[in-house]
């Protein structure tokens, strides 16, 4: 059941900063994985995505590094914004074509003026 | 493009009533839409797969005939939430895959707020 009482990791930056948020993943069968953003209130926000035979992936402003050997997902963001603040979520899928994601516990990020 | 729509995005109930939650793929047909409940500074589990034209697969846990998916066309995906209890009261999100273009990426719905009292 859940626990009462935790809260999310928080990660708090000055705007203008680079952002690495973490991620350790469980499954080593897992092929492809996500990061979400998620505003107060709202969905996750697709950002950017990777499979299990990269190790690097660029997109605006963020990058994602994929470790399959310790099963270890980051996602960088350059030049921090206030607009960036919100609850970060990786996400992975199991090879096999389930499609189901299994999501990280969130890391909330609070971008300083 | 790839937009997922849900209604209502609130809606409070008194206990022992249904609800229903509408998910809806904007822009994209998707054969399979998910449904994910969130707890206030939790992550989003996974509840159900809805498949289009048949039934869902439901997560370990969940009660089936509690948490009722109906995805009737290639759009659409419904969540009833039956006989409502307080502790239902939740953030339900659906997402959706473009599955027809190959695709892998799950775009999520902004979500319902349920609050039932």
């Known amino acids: 059941g859940e626990s009462v009482g935790l809260h999310l990791p928080t990660l708090s930056v000055q705007e203008g900063d680079n952002s690495i948020i973490n991620c350790a993943y469980s499954n080593s069968a897992s092929d492809y994985f996500i990061w979400y953003k998620q505003e107060s209130g709202k969905g996750p926000q697709f950002i950017i995505d990777?499979?299990?035979?990269?190790d690097k992936r660029q997109g605006q402003r963020v990058t994602v590094l994929l470790n399959k050997t310790v099963k270890h997902l980051s996602l960088q963001i350059a030049a921090t914004q206030p607009g960036d603040s919100a609850v970060y979520f990786c996400a992975e899928e199991a090879q096999g074509g389930s499609e189901k994601l299994v999501f990280g516990k969130g890391m909330k990020l609070t971008v300083n003026p | 493009g790839a937009v997922v729509s849900q209604h209502p995005s609130r809606v409070i109930c008194k206990s022992g009533t249904s609800v229903k939650i509408e998910c809806r793929s904007l822009?994209?047909?998707?054969?399979?839409m998910f449904w994910y409940r969130q707890f206030p500074k939790k992550s989003l589990m996974l509840m159900a797969t809805?498949?289009?034209?048949?039934?869902?697969?439901?997560e370990q846990g969940v009660e089936k005939d509690k948490f009722l998916i109906n995805h009737a066309s290639l759009t659409l995906s419904t969540l009833t939430v039956t006989s409502a209890h307080p502790e239902d009261s939740s953030f339900y999100i659906c997402?959706?895959?473009?599955?027809?273009?190959?695709?892998?990426?799950?775009?999520f719905g902004p979500g319902t707020r349920l609050l039932v009292l």
């Open positions: 809805s498949n289009e034209g048949s039934k869902a697969t439901y």
């Open positions: 997402s959706a895959r473009d599955s027809f273009r190959g695709k892998e990426t799950q775009y």
């Open positions: 822009d994209f047909q998707a054969t399979t």
């Open positions: 990777i499979r299990s035979n990269m």
